[in-house]
């Protein structure tokens, strides 16, 4: 971390400190090397004259889904994410408006380097711009394959193929699945339906007269709204996020939450989730 991400180790010494100091906790909370772990995802960046909106659905086994939404302000720069590994970040915005969002990349390969979720927290903690964004994602190691799309205020956005035997295909390219360029693990491709998601997200936000309630509407459904829980691979909520207004929305059927760095209410959720559907409450 001293070497990669310097900035972050202020608050990563703290919350070691925090945990009890010893050795386990350091290494869990510096995500260095982590478990491999799979994931599905489908992730869109809307960019328009009058909005931009970076919507995603998350896939994963929900009983692994830590659940938490937090609010951070440790660096003098506001942070909504949705965490992963007490500190790591899935998606989120800050307070510059900032949004980012990861997928599984679709590869088998594992490697030196983070997870994803800690170099999202640098992002979001050290990063203004998409720009510097992608400045970040093309030198910090990563331990397994991810796409990382990221959008500013400025409409600007990318999507990262990222993985630890190559460099990092930063393009200008607003969706996001769980492939990189290529098929390589053909099982995971048909069981995710990677393509078909990619396909469906790509038409939506290549015609002109998508909007902004249209694109996230087919995050709600079919192929994109996902109920395989049995494998794993059911989706646990959808994340909307406006970087000119600074909003967070997060949804499941029945119930969203709508969140700024102005109207942050501390609040318990209950999502019950089967293959047949969820209902929240």
Same mark, same amino acid.
Request: hydrophobic share 40%; proline share 6%; with cysteine.
């Given at each position: 971390?001293?070497?990669?991400?310097?900035?972050?180790?202020?608050?990563?010494?703290?919350?070691?400190?925090?945990?009890?100091?010893?050795?386990?906790?350091?290494?869990? !909370?510096?995500?260095?090397?982590?478990?491999?772990?799979?994931?599905?995802?489908?992730? %869109?960046? !809307?960019?328009?004259?009058?909005?931009?909106?970076?919507?995603?659905?998350?896939? &994963?086994?929900?009983?692994?889904?830590?659940?938490?939404?937090? $609010?951070?302000?440790?660096?003098?720069?506001?942070?909504?994410?949705?965490?992963?590994?007490?500190?790591?970040?899935?998606?989120?915005?800050?307070?510059?408006?900032?949004?980012?969002?990861?997928?599984?990349?679709?590869?088998?390969?594992?490697?030196?380097?983070?997870?994803?979720?800690?170099?999202?927290? &640098?992002?979001?903690?050290?990063?203004?711009?998409?720009?510097?964004?992608?400045?970040?994602?093309?030198?910090?190691?990563?331990?397994?394959?991810?796409?990382?799309?990221?959008?500013? %205020?400025?409409?600007? $956005?990318?999507? %990262?193929?990222?993985?630890?035997?190559?460099?990092?295909?930063?393009? *200008?390219?607003?969706?996001?699945?769980?492939?990189?360029?290529?098929?390589?693990? &053909?099982? @995971?491709?048909?069981?995710?339906?990677?393509?078909? +998601?990619? *396909?469906?997200? =790509?038409?939506?936000?290549?015609?002109?007269?998508?909007?902004?309630?249209?694109?996230? =509407?087919?995050?709600? =459904?079919?192929?994109?709204?996902? @109920?395989?829980?049995?494998?794993? !691979?059911?989706?646990?909520?959808?994340?909307?996020?406006?970087?000119?207004?600074? @909003?967070?929305?997060?949804?499941?059927?029945?119930?969203?939450?709508? !969140?700024?760095?102005?109207?942050?209410?501390?609040? @318990?959720?209950?999502?019950?989730?089967?293959? +047949?559907?969820?209902?929240?409450?």
């Amino acid at each position: 971390m001293r070497q990669h991400m310097p900035e972050l180790l202020d608050t990563y010494r703290a919350l070691c400190a925090l945990a009890g100091g010893g050795d386990l906790a350091s290494r869990l !909370l510096s995500l260095y090397r982590p478990p491999p772990y799979i994931t599905g995802c489908s992730q %869109a960046v !809307l960019a328009r004259s009058d909005v931009t909106v970076l919507a995603r659905n998350y896939d &994963y086994p929900p009983e692994l889904c830590e659940g938490t939404i937090l $609010y951070t302000n440790w660096n003098g720069r506001g942070v909504i994410a949705m965490s992963d590994c007490l500190w790591g970040v899935l998606d989120g915005i800050n307070d510059s408006g900032l949004a980012v969002s990861l997928a599984f990349g679709g590869r088998k390969v594992v490697g030196e380097g983070f997870g994803a979720p800690i170099i999202l927290r &640098y992002i979001l903690e050290f990063c203004d711009t998409v720009p510097e964004a992608a400045a970040v994602l093309a030198r910090v190691p990563t331990h397994m394959a991810y796409n990382i799309t990221v959008a500013d %205020a400025s409409g600007r $956005y990318v999507t %990262a193929m990222i993985a630890p035997d190559q460099r990092a295909s930063i393009r *200008r390219v607003p969706v996001a699945t769980n492939h990189q360029k290529k098929i390589e693990w &053909y099982a @995971h491709a048909l069981a995710s339906e990677t393509l078909i +998601r990619e *396909r469906q997200l =790509s038409i939506l936000v290549d015609d002109e007269s998508t909007t902004e309630e249209r694109l996230v =509407s087919a995050f709600f =459904s079919p192929p994109l709204f996902r @109920h395989d829980y049995r494998r794993g !691979l059911g989706t646990v909520y959808t994340a909307v996020y406006r970087p000119r207004a600074g @909003h967070a929305q997060y949804h499941w059927p029945g119930m969203w939450l709508k !969140l700024s760095f102005t109207d942050f209410p501390e609040q @318990h959720l209950t999502v019950r989730y089967g293959a +047949r559907g969820l209902n929240a409450g």
